[in-house]
């Protein structure tokens, strides 16, 4: 079983995130979910951006890296959105990354270094005609071609969040998909 930080998006740790988090354990993972907003959620994407924007970008990353526990056996990094550019950098630069879980972005690998690790197996999940996911195809698309453990599964529709059930952006079906490759993907690293 594997362990893995989960990194909500900017509307907060919602109940839909911790319900995401609680279907990976039902299936006998550990999961920890750290509280970046420190118990604030919000009701729009804008609303938790302008308070990003406030506390500092920076200062709210380095929260989600302070949270992030050690582990003899290494992690899993996975993020919504707002969480991947944690999960994307840690899965990059640690030693003990097992894997990475990008939902809803992804970032251009040149960021974090100049190739994505070998080692270090990662799905891509977004749906096609997300408006913030449109931005971030180009560079999942390179990571998925330049990686050999690297997948992309893009979902039909234009729901950005589709994977939290506590927004009106949740697709069940597709929900139920991303977490059919998820838990193989899991199963295998």
Do not use: N
């Not at 509280?35 to 994407?45: K, L, N, V, Y």
């Not at 990354?97 to 190739?115: K, M, N, W, Y």
């Not at 195809?137 to 506590?166: C, I, T």
Request: hydrophobic share 45%; glycine share 10%; with cysteine.
């Amino acid at each position: 079983m594997a362990e893995i930080v989960l990194y909500h998006h900017v509307q907060g740790l919602t109940d839909g995130v911790a319900a995401f988090a609680e279907e990976l354990r039902g299936s006998g993972h550990t999961v920890y979910v750290p509280d970046m907003f420190e118990g604030r959620t919000f009701g729009s994407i804008e609303e938790g951006f302008a308070y990003a924007g406030e506390a500092g970008f920076d200062t709210i990353r380095q929260r989600g890296v302070a949270a992030t526990p050690s582990s003899s056996s290494g992690l899993v990094y996975a993020g919504f959105s707002f969480g991947v550019a944690i999960a994307q950098r840690l899965a990059q630069t640690q030693d003990d990354a097992r894997g990475a879980l990008l939902i809803d972005a992804c970032l251009p690998v040149s960021e974090f270094g100049p190739a994505w690790p070998e080692s270090v197996p990662v799905q891509i999940h977004g749906k096609e005609d997300d408006e913030f996911f449109e931005e971030d195809l180009p560079a999942a698309r390179d990571l998925a071609d330049s990686a050999p453990s690297a997948e992309l599964f893009v979902y039909p529709g234009d729901q950005h969040l589709f994977a939290d059930s506590s927004l009106d952006s949740f697709d069940a079906g597709a929900t139920e998909l991303l977490l059919e490759r998820v838990r193989g993907f899991l199963a295998a690293v």
